[in-house]
């Protein structure tokens, strides 16, 4: 099964949480990758992401350029999470075809709310959008395996 999360940017909140869960998912049949719906080509994560994710996951990002969403992603995609409400709206009304797939994180993982997004805050802000993550695509990986989606 392959998983896109779609966040603003791709530098902080969706590449974090395709690392958390391609981590988590190492032994089953799930693979996660990110994109953003307003990308600047060429940005590269933030050095907050960067830390966070060499500190609790040890894995480098460092040099991960920023990816805009696209058809070819939405194809591969077998599920869309977006970090916020208005990424889910954006990506179902550009491409229509693949809204069946597309739900925020939260919606999936069966919270409300929103994901905080981090750019330009403090560490401590950082590490809060990471655990919250952390949560959200651990309920995530749960509920796929629960529903035999894999």
Do not use: H, W
Request: hydrophobic residues 35%.
């Amino acid at each position: 099964m392959n998983v896109l999360f779609v966040c603003t940017a791709n530098v902080c909140r969706s590449p974090i949480a395709a690392e958390i869960l391609n981590k988590l998912s190492k032994k089953v049949d799930i693979i996660a990758d990110s994109a953003g719906i307003t990308i600047i080509p060429g940005s590269l994560p933030t050095e907050k992401s960067i830390s966070l994710l060499k500190d609790k996951l040890n894995i480098d990002i460092n040099d991960r350029e920023a990816k805009q969403v696209s058809i070819k992603k939405l194809e591969k995609a077998d599920i869309v999470l977006t970090m916020s409400s208005y990424s889910r709206d954006f990506i179902k009304e550009k491409f229509p075809k693949f809204k069946n797939k597309v739900y925020t994180i939260t919606e999936y993982a069966g919270v409300k709310g929103g994901v905080t997004d981090p750019y330009g805050s403090s560490v401590v802000v950082y590490q809060k959008t990471y655990e919250e993550l952390e949560e959200l695509v651990s309920r995530v990986l749960d509920r796929i395996k629960k529903e035999g989606s894999m």
